[in-house]
């Protein structure tokens, strides 16, 4: 499974991969391999590990890696800041992914009523007619409604 919980083939890479090691990681980055392990302690990036224990960076952590440098070097957002920041904006992707879900339900669960309330109302009797009794003078009324479009 990936880190998002789909199970995907083990053969297929995607950004999330983890195949990089630390020294290709820190190089594709511009930083240093001890800085690497830094943002690692600080929990700035979460490479994964191999059974011994080696960290494997995927190319959204390399991504992830620029980022906290650009944030650092140019914004000077110290990496409390930067910590924050990223944890922000992986509560608003996963926000945005629950409303994407939510939306896709609400629209099952709108077709869903509509397609019965289509059925109830293709069950209304049509043999109903209005009725006017001459000699009383009084008047049935049917109500029909109106028809789905």
């Not at 990036?45 to 440098?69: H, N």
């Not at 996963?94 to 609400?106: D, F, G, H, K, P």
């Not at 293709?122 to 007619?129: C, E, G, I, N």
Request: aromatic content about 4%.
């Amino acid at each position: 499974m990936d880190r998002s919980g789909r199970s995907r083939n083990p053969y297929e890479l995607t950004d999330e991969s983890p195949v990089y090691v630390i020294s290709v990681a820190a190089q594709l980055s511009g930083l240093h391999p001890q800085t690497l392990r830094q943002y690692d302690r600080l929990g700035l990036v979460s490479p994964d590990r191999t059974a011994g224990r080696g960290r494997r960076y995927s190319a959204r952590d390399i991504e992830l890696l620029r980022t906290v440098q650009q944030l650092s070097q140019d914004e000077g957002i110290n990496l409390a800041g930067i910590k924050r920041i990223i944890e922000l904006e992986n509560q608003v992707a996963a926000l945005q992914q629950r409303v994407a879900e939510l939306s896709s339900a609400l629209d099952g669960a709108a077709a869903a009523m509509q397609q019965r309330e289509a059925q109830v109302h293709a069950s209304y009797r049509r043999d109903l007619v209005p009725y006017q009794d001459v000699q009383q003078a009084s008047a049935l009324v049917v109500w029909r409604p109106k028809r789905p479009e």
